[in-house]
């Protein structure tokens, strides 16, 4: 009767944190719709004039939305603003931009290295028809910077508040194509070419766009590896899954961004909400053993979320002198941000894992677990404001919260498989719901 108790203690306790992280994925599923992504510019020197062709949101730009460190227009003070934008037809939003070019010119630096910024005209704004309002409309505008005479090469500044640049010379040999945060110059540009970053360079700066895809951007590629990690935290099972995994997202991502595959992303995203789905349930019902047919399964979906992975290198664009590197770079990235999914989940369930195996409750780990999951509410508080996007990270703090909540139960319960029932199993059923809201939004709504 006793351990009848303490069980149904520990599965009301699931049930409480399972709901309230139900709550924050869906929130955050639905402000996903409103991702920050980079501008993309286009550099070309004709009779010694700069062009540049910059497509991207102009909307968050006509808003005046700061964009350095937000990766959800949601976050932002001035958030309503930008949908009434979004929701404007082609001319009168490009009225509206030409209208405040002023102020953004201002925050746009094109120069001569040790000179003063040169002054920049607006030759043209296209902005496409209203589409989803849900999703953000992707405009063009072009200006132009004339050159002083004898100039042999040039600077790009991008403000903060513009958020990232991806800006690419064209018509040269060897260009210059970087990544700029916000509020970077670039390096001198050489206007006759021969700018072209380095392997090392390309490799190092998008190791950085991997891991940020994964922690905190990528909420259905931590599900999907914790789905991994719940069947069984030991190091076999889970190697043999996260290699599959590995391999597979690689050669999909390489043949992806090569052009050699190219799959719509209404089918991926779906299809990639559905391994979550599956890898969930199979949790459920396997019990902590790996199947023989898994690792071939985990394999087929880490195709598919080779595919997610190409479409966000599609936002950020390759450097043609550095695409190997580059592309190298960002599956390491991709690499580290698992691997700190993984390494994290481990810490959290050790003591967890380490009762169910001897067989006895823990009071003090149980005590431990609860004070930790109760600590993570102010530690957010403190660190949430001072950082530029709260939506991506919500959902992470309360993950955190929520698998110690659940620890502390399995740590204080007295059952033969208390880390199974009480953390592993309750912990699937809630992935595997969220993981079919995201099936029935990315193909319904």
């Not at 309230?20 to 929130?27: D, K, N, S």
């Not at 050489?190 to 905190?216: C, E, F, K, Q, R």
């Not at 931590?222 to 099972?237: E, K």
């Not at 199947?291 to 880490?302: D, Y």
């Amino acid at each position: 009767m006793v351990k009848f108790v303490q069980v149904a203690k520990g599965v009301r306790l699931s049930a409480v944190l399972s709901v309230a992280l139900a709550v924050w994925m869906t929130m955050v599923s639905v402000a996903r719709a409103h991702e920050v992504t980079p501008s993309i510019g286009d550099m070309t020197q004709s009779d010694g004039t700069l062009s540049f062709a910059i497509a991207g949101n102009i909307e968050s730009f006509v808003a005046g939305i700061d964009l350095e460190g937000l990766e959800d227009t949601n976050d932002a003070e001035n958030a309503e603003l930008y949908d009434e934008l979004r929701a404007l037809p082609p001319e009168e939003m490009a009225e509206r931009f030409r209208a405040a070019w002023d102020q953004i010119a201002a925050d746009i630096t094109v120069r001569v290295p040790g000179g003063e910024p040169l002054p920049l005209e607006l030759t043209d704004v296209i902005v496409p028809e209203v589409g989803d309002t849900e999703l953000a409309r992707s405009s063009s505008f072009t200006f132009t910077a004339a050159l002083p005479d004898g100039a042999r090469e040039a600077e790009v500044g991008w403000a903060p508040r513009l958020g990232a640049l991806v800006l690419r010379q064209q018509g040269v040999g060897d260009p210059y194509d970087g990544y700029l945060e916000g509020g970077a110059m670039s390096p001198p540009i050489a206007l006759a070419g021969g700018s072209a970053v380095t392997g090392m360079a390309a490799l190092l700066n998008y190791i950085p766009v991997g891991i940020d895809h994964i922690v905190p951007l990528g909420h259905d590629h931590i599900l999907f590896v914790l789905g991994l990690f719940l069947l069984s935290p030991r190091i076999g099972t889970l190697l043999w899954q996260v290699s599959a995994f590995t391999v597979a997202h690689t050669i999909t991502l390489a043949l992806a961004a090569l052009d050699i595959v190219n799959v719509p992303a209404s089918v991926v995203e779906p299809i990639i909400a559905a391994s979550i789905v599956y890898v969930a349930v199979e949790n459920i019902y396997r019990e902590g053993s790996l199947s023989l047919w898994r690792p071939f399964v985990v394999f087929g979906f880490g195709l598919l979320h080779g595919l997610g992975f190409a479409s966000v290198l599609a936002d950020y664009g390759l450097p043609d002198s550095g695409f190997v590197p580059a592309l190298i770079g960002f599956n390491v990235g991709v690499e580290i941000g698992q691997l700190a999914v993984i390494a994290v989940a481990f810490m959290i369930t050790r003591v967890a894992v380490s009762g169910e195996e001897e067989g006895r409750t823990n009071l003090l780990g149980s005590a431990i677990y609860l004070l930790l999951a109760l600590a993570v509410i102010p530690v957010a508080a403190v660190i949430l404001p001072n950082v530029g996007s709260t939506g991506d990270l919500v959902p992470l703090f309360a993950a955190v919260a929520i698998l110690l909540g659940l620890c502390a139960a399995s740590t204080a319960t007295d059952t033969e498989m208390p880390y199974e029932a009480v953390v592993a199993r309750p912990a699937s059923i809630l992935i595997a719901l969220i993981g079919t809201w995201w099936v029935v939004e990315r193909t319904l709504l």
